[in-house]
């Protein structure tokens, strides 16, 4: 809770400088990539859920500031013994979730009516709470993770001041999810969401 009204009272002045706000929301396709076969996860779909600031620097070039609820993880399939002596195989999921702030430089090519672009940043990205169907080797999370990430953006201006942005992208935390893992545990993860908004 300290983490989230801290991230609220720096982008207070961020509001009062932008010339577009949105309100975003869609999921992440995410596993959990290791170098250990100990680890090896399938991956889950899991939502996400925001806001969006646009300073409106210029109508090709500008930055985005986004305060994001989002949940990551992955799924494998666990073996134990059945009532009988049998083995029985299930499939369980371990969900991390986060408040993030991803801040992006965009590119739009295209910014009249129709909207094409292409953007990338950096993630800082907070630990909040997990919920975990099976024991990992190691369950201490980084408080703090940072995730470089890229994709594209399509979408529509209509209604003079209101727009839509669909957006895709790739993300890929660069610290380990674990904090005493003895290998490697980042997610990997492609996002998918809508921006609705207007300009102020």
């Not at 100990?38 to 646009?54: D, K, M, Q, R, Y």
């Not at 949940?71 to 299930?90: L, M």
């Not at 209509?158 to 890929?172: C, E």
């Not at 003895?182 to 492609?190: A, E, M």
Request: a positive charge; charged letters at 15%; proline letters at 6%.
């Amino acid at each position: 809770m300290k983490k989230a009204l801290l991230i609220l009272l720096i982008l207070i002045p961020v509001l009062s400088f932008s010339q577009s706000l949105g309100l975003k929301g869609g999921f992440n396709i995410s596993n959990i990539k290791s170098n250990s076969s100990a680890l090896e996860t399938s991956a889950i779909v899991a939502p996400s859920f925001g806001i969006v600031f646009f300073p409106g620097i210029s109508k090709v070039f500008d930055i985005g500031i986004e305060p994001t609820y989002s949940t990551f993880g992955g799924k494998d399939a666990i073996s134990f013994a059945g009532p009988n002596g049998t083995a029985v195989s299930k499939i369980a999921k371990v969900k991390y979730h986060y408040i993030e702030v991803p801040v992006s430089l965009n590119y739009y090519p295209l910014h009249e009516t129709n909207i094409v672009g292409i953007h990338a940043g950096m993630s800082p990205m907070y630990y909040l709470s997990k919920k975990e169907e099976f024991t990992l080797s190691s369950t201490k999370l980084n408080d703090f993770v940072i995730a470089p990430f890229a994709g594209g953006t399509f979408g529509y201006k209509f209604a003079k001041k209101a727009f839509f942005h669909l957006v895709a992208r790739y993300q890929f935390p660069m610290s380990n999810i674990y904090k005493d893992a003895p290998y490697t545990t980042k997610f990997n993860s492609v996002n998918f969401f809508v921006v609705l908004g207007c300009r102020l």
